[in-house]
T-cell receptor, first 113, second 115 residues
Framework: GNSVTQMEGPVTLSEEAFLTINCTYT??????LFWYVQYPGEGLQLLLK?????DKGSNKGFEATYRKETTSFHLEKGSVQVSDSAVYFC????????????FGQGTELSVKP | DGGITQSPKYLFRKEGQNVTLSCEQN?????MYWYRQDPGQGLRLIYY???????QKGDIAEGYSVSREKKESFPLTVTSAQKNPTAFYLC??????????????FGPGTRLTVT
């Protein structure tokens, strides 16, 4: 079946450090891939997405590239800020699944000043 | 402003009582979804609906019920049969996957505590 695996957290970084959160997936066909962010006590916000191989999604300094050969969609940011502290979820939708999102377990990021 | 509203933000109930969580969207989206989130875990799908008057069970539907009488509304009832109802509940919506993008837009969530 379809699944998403993320690196375990928590991830603790100093401000201005480089961020990578690994995400790999298993899916039949050609899924669409997403990164969502959740701030404490809130719902999820779409951060970026990619719908086909080699697409790069980007938003607010974050980016991720859809790599079909490695079935990966790693999230990166060149210089994190304290305000980036949140939980990040990688997710996919696969064709003929009613638009259902399959989520990874989430990775908590904590950025220290 | 277009978006998804969930009410209330916090809800407290006694064990054995049914409780209904509200979800309304004005995005004109066809599909709506309910998820449950437990501390330190990802989201699990409870129910989803792709069209008015139709809905399907997700991965953890036992102890829950839904209705979809209007396009903009998708209330979730947590029944007394749900063994561990205390959780954070998130509602989402999306355009019909057959006609457009697949991303889902989420409401702010309702935190339900049952004692």
């Amino acid at each position: 079946g379809n699944s998403v695996t993320q690196m375990e957290g928590p991830v603790t970084l100093s401000e201005e450090a480089f961020l990578t959160i690994n995400c790999t997936y298993t899916a039949t066909g050609y899924p669409s891939l997403f990164w969502y962010v959740q701030y404490p006590g809130e719902g999820l916000q779409l951060l970026l997405k990619a719908t086909k191989a080699d697409d790069k999604g980007s938003n607010k300094g974050f980016e991720a590239t859809y790599r079909k050969e490695t079935t990966s969609f790693h999230l990166e940011k060149g210089s994190v800020q304290v305000s980036d502290s949140a939980v990040y979820f990688c997710a996919l939708t696969a064709g003929n699944q009613g638009g259902k999102l399959i989520f990874g377990q989430g990775t908590e990021l904590s950025v220290k000043p | 402003d277009g978006g998804i509203t969930q009410s209330p933000k916090y809800l407290f109930r006694k064990e054995g009582q049914n409780v209904t969580l509200s979800c309304e969207q004005n995005l004109n989206h066809d599909a709506m979804y309910w998820y449950r989130q437990d501390p330190g875990q990802g989201l699990r799908l409870i129910y989803y609906s792709q069209i008015v008057n139709d809905f399907q069970k997700g991965d953890i539907a036992e102890g829950y019920s839904v209705s979809r009488e209007k396009k903009e509304s998708f209330p979730l009832t947590v029944t007394s049969a749900q063994k561990n109802p205390t959780a954070f509940y998130l509602c989402a919506s999306s355009m019909n996957p057959g006609t457009g993008g697949h991303e889902q837009y989420f409401g702010p969530g309702t935190r339900l505590t049952v004692t």
